[in-house]
């Protein structure tokens, strides 16, 4: 029994590692060494668990590498450099005959899963977790017939639970945890677009309706200059009516494509002034129609880190959420502030406010109280953009004078402002 004592406790030390593991390339997938560093703990994690394997007789080793080796493989790819790794630490301790039957065994093994790695990644998601745990248990079964080849002394169940039992248990439970992740974070991404997409099509019609009263306006003018007895001074007076009406319908049109653009997970330097006032220049018709009128008071400086575009979409949700909490008009205050460490950015209305219970429901996905016109899913991004920038957020609200939402960013010294002071 001792032996199913001693592999628990490695496996369950294997998951909870393997646990921050994911945790932290979840965070950092697109940083480009992440790939690196889950070689370098996958290759770690192999050492420990050969170097803390249970052997009970000085001939029995008893370890589980299989499970670094098979999810490494299969889910990132890299079984050839882990099957390598497994070797040369297996040689420090010794060249024997184990030693070449696990040569025997790994180096077909890392090819084949090599091979295997793009096809793993069609499969659906229950498929992959069953190929992990068969994978697991031919390469247990295979270890197995290996060792009772080269020595007949060592306890039969004792193999049994180190090389077919716990690793394919342990397997399918980590796998099982990956894909329920992987799945967790899709669906997050998907809602996400969904709420996107909702906004991008309320807004147009905003947006249509304001595109809309330049072109008439434009198009009567037009009308007038048909007229072959304008006198010249009023036909250019008109053509440039004309063109100023037309220029501030493109504009309405090109703020509208700067909130509808697909995002790429940038981090860049986000001027909050210069954002914040396009993001509100979007939202103009809808305050018209709201009869909101807007206050800014923006201090000068202010930069932070992150997407602009996300950035947009959050204030965006606040600021639209704000101007519909109003819907017989009142007053939108937007305030920045600037501390050495941190931006505030103060979103303030002047509408229904909120119950302490709508409070604490707010962000929760679906959670709206405009019936059909609301997707429930506005706050619930803003949450998630503010944690990715490693931002606060504090929302007082109080049903009849309004609410104040509160957003804490931390500041960073711009890459221009840096660079100047280096050369003077
Ligand atoms: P939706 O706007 O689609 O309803 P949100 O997630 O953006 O979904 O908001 C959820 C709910 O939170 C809203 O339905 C509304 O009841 C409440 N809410 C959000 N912001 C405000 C605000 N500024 N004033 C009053 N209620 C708000
Ligand atoms: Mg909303």
């Not at 990956?178 to 147009?204: C, T």
């Not at 206050?295 to 202010?302: A, E, H, L, N, P």
Request: hydrophobic fraction near 45%.
């Amino acid at each position: 029994m001792e032996i199913t004592k001693h592999f628990f406790l490695s496996l369950s030390i294997i998951i909870i590692l393997l646990f921050f593991c994911f945790l932290f390339f979840e965070k950092n997938k697109n940083s480009p060494y992440s790939k690196s560093s889950m070689t370098l703990f996958f290759i770690i994690l192999l050492w420990g668990c050969i170097q803390f394997a249970y052997h009970p007789l000085p001939f029995a080793r008893y370890d589980l590498r299989i499970i670094p080796l098979v999810i490494g493989g299969l889910y990132i790819g890299i079984g050839p450099i882990l099957t390598a790794a497994v070797i040369l630490i297996r040689s420090l301790y010794g060249i024997d005959i184990g030693f070449y039957q696990c040569c025997l065994l790994l180096i077909p093994y890392g090819y084949t899963v090599w091979r295997l790695y793009p096809w793993f990644w069609k499969q659906p998601p229950l498929r992959r977790t069953g190929v992990s745990v068969l994978t697991c248990f031919i390469l247990g079964l295979l270890t197995i017939i290996g060792m009772r080849i080269n020595e007949t002394e060592s306890s039969f169940f004792d193999m049994i639970i180190a090389y077919l039992v716990i690793p394919s248990l342990g397997i399918g439970i980590i796998t099982y945890s990956i894909e329920f992740f992987m799945r967790n974070a899709e669906m997050r991404q998907q809602l996400i677009k969904a709420e996107k997409l909702k906004a991008v099509e309320q807004m147009g019609a905003a947006i249509s309706h304001e595109i809309r009263n330049p072109l008439t306006a434009a198009s009567g003018f037009v009308q007038l200059l048909q007229d072959d007895y304008l006198p010249r001074q009023k036909r250019r007076e008109y053509l440039a009516i004309v063109k100023e009406e037309l220029i501030s319908a493109e504009k309405v049109i090109q703020d509208y494509l700067t909130f509808a653009k697909p995002s790429f997970d940038e981090f860049e330097e986000i001027n909050v002034k210069n954002e914040l006032r396009q993001t509100i220049n979007i939202l103009i018709p809808l305050a018209k129609q709201y009869s909101v009128e807007i206050v800014t008071d923006f201090s000068i400086i202010g930069y932070i880190k992150g997407d602009k575009q996300k950035f947009r979409q959050c204030f965006v949700n606040i600021l639209k959420n704000a101007i519909e909490a109003m819907p017989s008009g009142g007053y939108l205050t937007i305030i920045t502030e600037f501390s050495q460490n941190d931006v505030t950015i103060t979103v303030k209305d002047t509408g229904e406010g909120m119950t302490p219970e709508q409070l604490a429901r707010l962000g929760e996905p679906f959670y709206s109280t405009k019936g059909k016109n609301g997707t429930g899913l506005g706050m619930m991004v803003v949450f998630s953009i503010i944690r990715a920038m490693n931002g606060d957020i504090q929302v007082q609200s109080e049903i009849g004078t309004g609410t104040t939402i509160q957003v804490i960013f931390p500041t960073i010294i711009p890459y221009i402002h840096s660079q100047k002071n280096r050369q003077s």
